[in-house]
């Protein structure tokens, strides 16, 4: 099967992670997911130095997420994100939120397009994305 980048990250539920009744608050997932993002497009050429240096930034255009399962307090989780498909502007990436068992506690996909500061420009996803990527179509 050709490329497609993903990650996996390891990540404790703390205290602040959680409401009233000790369940992981929806929002936190999200932040938790934003960690992935932030490594998945680390590894697509947009990582932090780089990011600041070309002024080029994945934006995040929409967020579609399916909260199976609670969550708790101390729970340990896995994060996993993948590229899953590309267009001339825009992209999409999928991450999962499960535990060692595989219990599905969240699915999530984000749609981002790649933005020029300062000018707020969009762009067209890099050429050589339409070759490494382009089972991704």
Known sequence: MPEAPTIEYHYQVMFFDTDCAAVVHNLAYLRIIETARTLLAAQLGFDMPAMAKDGVYPVLLRTEADYRRPAKLCDHLIVRGRLESIERVRFWVGFEVVDAAGTCFVTCRQSLAL???P????LRL???????FAHLR
């Open 115 to 117: 933005i020029k500061m």
């Open 119 to 122: 000018e707020a420009r969009p």
């Open 126 to 132: 890099p050429a050589e994305w339409s070759t490494r």
